[in-house]
């Protein structure tokens, strides 16, 4: 996609696409375009000047000197005017347009399925609604004024040139074939390398990102070059793109430049020419110079935002890419206030990718109120599982019921409404640990709502011992605090959004023993009165479930309460004594030299 050249037309359509959002702002629009052509009228105005200096000179008008300082001062009011408020309007314009894009840009963000933020990496999806808008407003602000201003400019010298003398200006007009090849070559050009420099700088956000947010692994694993000639390589790409636009954009303005002098030569040549009778008078002929000449700036201007346009629409079309993608399937209609928690899974199959399941033939039936956990092998689908719960991904084929109605039937907002999640991966966000509490649709609780499932998560054990308490900034991702107090935080929103269905996923590994004591109290409290969900490699964690799930290349090979499980004697017995050994001793061995408590 990034080296395509679109087909002819769709650039095209992707403006025109870009400037519908223009239609809110119809009123300030038409005011910039006003002030553009009062800008254009004064160019034209400026040769008419010239003419009627030159003839009064000639002639002796004695009120030249009175009209003509009046005249040129009137030009340069209308012409400040003029450009006052084609700029301010079309950024006013432009800068909305931006807005909207971002907006709805993030807004997608919001509903496209899990499977394009996989297939996406984050810095490309981000560097679209930075860098690529970016591209947009150059080609909806500078590009789009440069582009009125200058091309009513053009028009209104070409008409001033005509009715001067349209034989000389249809000369001129002879050299608009050999303009519109350049910028026609040049337009190919500048919209290939657009596509390229957005996904070198998409490159150069995804690494620079990774670094920012993986920089303890690389600095302790030694990974600075690597990373640094991973950057290197992504900027350099950006580098050579640009060079390559930049290039472009050179060459293609002095040869425009020169096509027009070639034709201005010639005119000059034809009218002082002693076999060539034009018919002007002096100060027609210097306005027709004049007029000739000032349609040089403008033209090569034309040539120059050219380049910006082509980036522009290339940016447009990655960002309507976006934009157009579907949204997730949310065809249920279902509204269900608290449900009982029932969940039964009937031969559910799934797979990522044709002809290679991760799930297969699952059957399954968890009653309200128990505690269920699945275990295996990393790749045996059991976060595969909880993912398909709150829809984040839809069945190959069979179903999952909720209180007797497929997952389907649920509108996805009230369906997710019956369903928290805790994840080994904490996810907080910038602010207080009361705003990461009451999350999202739980943000109008009371106060004492919100102390009470701290209470009850054992947050207000560490926050009591802050100045600030409950207001205290957790910093981007959690960052000022440890990462069994951010389980704990997360353990909170689950209990505080009081749903029939919880999922825990890998909650408790790679904790601390006095971070593993105090969530597993807090665990305690959240599954009471919850269908709950455990994915857990800690089997120790999981004794007390009422059902456990084993699992292994996506099918369900035993299942039974702890003591069944054991009494069988095949694959939990087995990873119950290889984790008891592996885990165990080590454990009473810290007992006895280092005094921890487990």
């Not at 302790?220 to 991973?230: P, S, T």
């Not at 749903?499 to 904790?511: C, G, N």
């Not at 009422?546 to 292994?552: F, G, S």
């Amino acid at each position: 996609m990034t080296d395509q050249v679109p087909i002819k037309g769709a650039g095209m359509k992707i403006y025109l696409r870009l400037l519908t959002y223009v239609r809110p702002y119809w009123l300030p629009f038409s005011l910039g375009i006003i002030g553009f052509i009062i800008y254009a009228a004064t160019q034209t105005g400026f040769a008419a000047l010239m003419e009627y200096l030159v003839d009064a000179i000639g002639e002796q008008k004695e009120d030249a000197y009175i009209y003509g300082p009046l005249a040129l001062i009137g030009i340069a009011f209308a012409r400040g005017l003029g450009t006052f408020m084609g700029n301010y309007f079309t950024a006013y314009v432009a800068r909305n347009i931006v807005h909207q894009l971002r907006v709805v840009m993030f807004d997608k963000l919001l509903v496209i399925p899990l499977d394009y933020y996989h297939n996406n990496a984050s810095g490309h999806i981000l560097s679209k609604i930075s860098y690529n808008v970016e591209q947009v407003t150059n080609a909806a602000t500078e590009s789009l004024k440069i582009s009125v201003r200058e091309g009513m400019t053009v028009i209104g010298l070409l008409g001033y040139l005509l009715y001067i003398n349209w034989q000389l200006t249809l000369v001129f007009a002879a050299v608009s074939p050999f303009i519109a090849l350049v910028v026609a070559v040049a337009s190919k050009r500048f919209r290939r390398l657009g596509h390229r420099i957005q996904d070198s700088m998409g490159e150069v956000t995804h690494v620079a990102s990774e670094n920012v947010q993986g920089v303890q692994v690389v600095r302790v694993f030694g990974g600075g070059d690597k990373e640094r000639h991973r950057f290197q390589e992504a900027s350099g790409q950006n580098l050579r793109q640009s060079l390559k636009m930049a290039t472009t954009e050179a060459l293609s303005t002095p040869i425009v430049q020169l096509i027009v002098s070639s034709a201005l030569a010639l005119l000059i040549f034809l009218a002082l020419h002693p076999l060539m009778s034009t018919g002007m008078s002096a100060g027609q002929f210097i306005a027709f110079i004049t007029a000739a000449g000032l349609i040089a700036k403008p033209l090569r201007s034309l040539t120059e935002v050219n380049g910006a346009i082509q980036r522009g629409i290339a940016a447009a079309q990655s960002i309507f890419e976006l934009i157009d993608e579907e949204t997730e399937n949310n065809s249920g209609s279902l509204i269900s206030d608290r449900g009982e928690g029932r969940l039964q899974l009937k031969d559910l199959c799934f797979s990522y990718l044709p002809n290679k399941p991760v799930l297969t033939h699952l059957n399954l039936a968890i009653e309200p109120g128990q505690t269920v956990a699945f275990v295996g092998k990393s790749g045996s689908g059991k976060s595969t599982l909880a993912n398909l719960l709150p829809r984040f991904y839809e069945p190959t084929s069979g179903t999952i019921l909720l209180d007797g109605h497929p997952l389907a039937d649920y509108d996805l907002g009230s369906l997710r409404d019956q369903i928290a999640l805790v994840t080994q991966n904490v996810v907080l966000f910038d602010g207080t640990i009361k705003e990461n509490i009451a999350y999202g649709a739980m943000q109008d609780v009371t106060e004492a709502e919100i102390i009470a499932a701290a209470e009850a998560a054992h947050v207000m054990e560490f926050v009591s011992r802050m100045s600030d308490g409950l207001d205290t900034e957790v910093g981007e991702k959690g960052t000022k605090l440890s990462g069994g107090q951010r389980q704990r935080i997360a353990i909170a929103r689950a209990i505080l959004k009081n749903a029939p269905v919880l999922i825990l996923d890998e909650a408790t590994s790679a904790l601390d023993t006095e971070s593993e004591r105090h969530i597993q109290a807090a665990l305690e409290n959240v599954m009471q009165g919850r269908t709950t969900l455990v994915i857990a490699h800690r089997l120790s964690t999981i004794e007390s479930a009422d059902q456990i799930v084993v699992m292994e290349q996506g099918e369900i090979i035993e299942q039974g309460t702890h003591d069944e499980l054991l009494a069988m004697n095949h694959t939990y017995a087995g990873l119950y004594k290889k984790q008891f050994s592996e885990t165990y001793t080590p454990k009473r061995v810290n007992r006895e030299n280092t005094g921890d408590i487990e």
